[in-house]
């Protein structure tokens, strides 16, 4: 068990939420924890964002537009902590956030990975989560192949951990969590607190989950790393298929020059691990 309690550095990228930042900000200094320092990555805004910022004692890095990718991955290569936890700039925390994963960490040193739970608004309501959006402990690879069950406003992780898995990769315009999340998952078991302590708001219309649409075609690129995997495999075909189905359908040239193929492949992979099992049986 560690003898001290950790540092952690919190970093949370921002363009262009004027309405938000003050709110998100105030959450982190408001913590009842306080060994930490606040990084706010400026992905270039270009309204009264910064001069919100410069009214609080934080640390600010200012860059052009390149994407929350980007920003967070600035934030982690300037931060100094053991330990890097994320808030989205529209999300907040709840004051004993940073105190819980605090103790998690203090109580559980083999765990490189940790979230809470966290409280979900859709245009000034409270959403009830779904069970398939539940989040869980231990070993969650293949559940998170479906749909993501880590929250960047939740989770803290260590820095050794992002020096063997890397960075957030910055090519994927979205879905860049999800792909991240399955190359740790991959490796390491997730720690869970069940206490709501990330409020998590949504329906705005400058989220990337408005931006971008068929976002299944970041979920598998994200996967065809790990399609050796007969799991990943079925749900990477299953994915495929809807996003070939949609793109007929919309007459989107794009999605099928891409994923055709994909498809063409990963059938072709699929037909191979089959004949693989059946001549191990013989």
């Not at 609080?56 to 967070?72: C, D, H, L, M, T």
């Not at 050794?160 to 994927?172: H, K, N, P, S, T």
């Not at 999605?255 to 059946?278: C, D, G, R, Y």
């Given at each position: 068990m560690?003898?001290t309690?950790?540092?952690?550095?919190?970093?949370?990228?921002?363009?262009?939420?004027?309405?938000?930042?003050?709110?998100?900000?105030?959450?982190?200094?408001?913590?009842?924890?306080?060994n930490?320092?606040?990084i706010?990555?400026?992905?270039?805004?270009?309204?009264?964002?910064?001069?919100?910022?410069?009214?609080?004692p934080?640390?600010?890095?200012?860059?052009?537009?390149?994407?929350?990718?980007?920003?967070?991955?600035?934030?982690?290569?300037?931060?100094?902590?053991?330990?890097?936890?994320?808030?989205?700039?529209?999300?907040e925390?709840?004051?004993?956030?940073?105190?819980?994963?605090?103790?998690?960490?203090?109580?559980?040193p083999?765990?490189?990975?940790?979230?809470?739970?966290?409280i979900?608004?859709?245009?000034?309501?409270?959403?009830?989560?779904?069970?398939?959006?539940?989040?869980?402990?231990?070993?969650?690879?293949?559940?998170?192949l479906?749909?993501?069950?880590?929250?960047?406003?939740?989770?803290?992780?260590?820095?050794?951990?992002?020096?063997?898995?890397?960075?957030?990769?910055?090519?994927?315009?979205?879905?860049?969590?999800?792909?991240?999340?399955?190359?740790?998952?991959k490796?390491?078991?997730?720690?869970?607190?069940?206490?709501?302590?990330?409020?998590?708001?949504?329906?705005?219309?400058?989220?990337?989950?408005?931006?971008?649409?068929?976002?299944?075609?970041?979920?598998?690129?994200?996967?065809?790393?790990?399609?050796?995997?007969?799991?990943?495999?079925?749900?990477?075909i299953?994915?495929?298929?809807?996003?070939?189905?949609?793109?007929?359908?919309?007459?989107?040239?794009?999605?099928?020059?891409?994923?055709?193929?994909?498809?063409?492949?990963?059938?072709?992979?699929?037909?191979?691990?089959?004949?693989?099992?059946?001549?191990?049986?013989?």
């Amino acid at each position: 068990m560690q003898n001290t309690y950790p540092k952690f550095s919190i970093i949370i990228p921002v363009f262009n939420r004027e309405k938000f930042i003050k709110r998100a900000v105030e959450s982190v200094l408001n913590q009842t924890y306080k060994n930490f320092e606040l990084i706010v990555v400026n992905d270039g805004s270009t309204d009264g964002t910064l001069n919100i910022l410069k009214n609080y004692p934080i640390k600010i890095i200012n860059q052009e537009n390149r994407g929350v990718s980007a920003a967070r991955n600035r934030g982690i290569k300037a931060s100094d902590a053991d330990i890097i936890a994320f808030l989205d700039s529209d999300d907040e925390w709840k004051k004993d956030k940073l105190k819980v994963q605090a103790d998690f960490f203090m109580k559980n040193p083999n765990y490189k990975i940790h979230q809470t739970d966290e409280i979900w608004i859709r245009d000034k309501k409270f959403l009830n989560k779904k069970k398939i959006h539940q989040k869980k402990e231990g070993f969650i690879f293949y559940d998170s192949l479906n749909l993501c069950l880590i929250s960047p406003s939740a989770v803290a992780i260590k820095r050794e951990l992002f020096d063997e898995v890397g960075l957030f990769r910055e090519d994927f315009e979205v879905c860049e969590d999800y792909e991240l999340w399955l190359r740790i998952t991959k490796k390491y078991l997730i720690g869970f607190s069940p206490q709501k302590l990330v409020i998590k708001y949504g329906g705005h219309p400058d989220q990337l989950s408005k931006k971008y649409y068929a976002m299944d075609r970041w979920r598998v690129r994200a996967m065809l790393p790990f399609c050796n995997d007969r799991k990943v495999l079925d749900v990477a075909i299953k994915k495929c298929k809807i996003l070939i189905d949609g793109a007929k359908k919309h007459n989107n040239k794009e999605i099928l020059e891409e994923f055709e193929p994909i498809l063409k492949k990963l059938t072709e992979q699929k037909a191979q691990v089959s004949s693989n099992l059946q001549e191990d049986q013989l």
